[in-house]
């Protein structure tokens, strides 16, 4: 397949197993960017985006199929605490996009020869507070209320014409279910992924019903689950393929902890490529990393699943 065809990643879903990029965050502090703002990497793309792109170009370099744009911290009200207006607010949104399209070209332009794809990153509505609420949810906000939140972003993102709307580190089924109304009309389809402790969300409701939304969702091309433990994942695709019928989306954390207290990780990774080859066995579909998780990893991911592309 030349570079030039990009079919569309549900089609190439259906076909094989995709690698899906690592941590942004990390990437971007190795590469000595302070990332100790409310916006996050959010902050780069009014201020640095070529290190943005920088960033997506390691990971597509590393083997990644897939990007995941910088945009889980970017939201209007979030821009707005910065003294940025909705009219900059939504071309920033929209420069997340077109800097993950820029890596891609220089990707191909630099000797990748496969498809490349870009996925609009969702955070959730915790993501925007920046504390930490986005692992318990339960915000106290109704569902009407969420979808409101989300729909004027998910709209400036569809515009910009990512491949995919990565609805990303969901916590409980309350915001699932807002995020699931805000991309009906979009014209853009969404992955669904929720952040999970066992064998539940994070608010603590069981992945059966967690996952049961997106079945009938026509929007939604993949489920899984991101930003947690490697040891919660292979159970929670079992549940995702088997509750919805999709394709399943996975993207853990290395397996390190977060020691708020000394503002240190502790541990030590558990993000093996015996792991990587379960989650494809138990059904993944598209397979990468999320916090802690970077270019070396997802070179090793890429490897793994290219050793043996009959698996997939």
Sequence with gaps: MTSSIRPPLAEALASGTLVLDGGMSNQLESAGHDLSDALWSARLLAELPEAVTRAHLTYFEAGADVAITSSYQATFEGFAARGIDRGRAAALLALSVDLAREAADRARAG?????????????????????????????????????????????????????????????????????????????VPAWLSYTVSGDRTRAGQSLEDAFAPAADADEVIAVGVNCCAPE????????????????????????????????????????TTSRVTAWRAAGARLIGGCCRVGPAAIASVARTLEADPAAG
Excluded: C, Q
């Design 111 to 187: 000797g990748a020869g496969r498809p490349l794809w870009v996925a609009a990153s969702v955070g959730p509505y915790g993501a925007m507070l920046a504390d930490g609420s986005e692992y318990r949810g339960r915000y106290g906000l109704t569902v009407a209320e969420l979808e409101a939140f989300h729909r004027p972003r998910l709209e400036a993102l569809a515009a910009a014409g990512p491949d995919v709307l990565a609805l990303e580190t969901v916590p409980d089924t309350d915001e699932a279910a807002a995020l699931l109304r805000a991309v009906r009309g979009l014209g």
């Design 232 to 271: 919660d994942v292979e159970a929670a695709i079992e549940t995702a393929a088997r509750v919805t019928g999709k394709p399943v989306v996975v993207y853990p954390n290395s397996g390190e902890t977060w020691d708020a207290r000394a503002r240190a990780w502790d541990g030590r990774t558990t993000f």
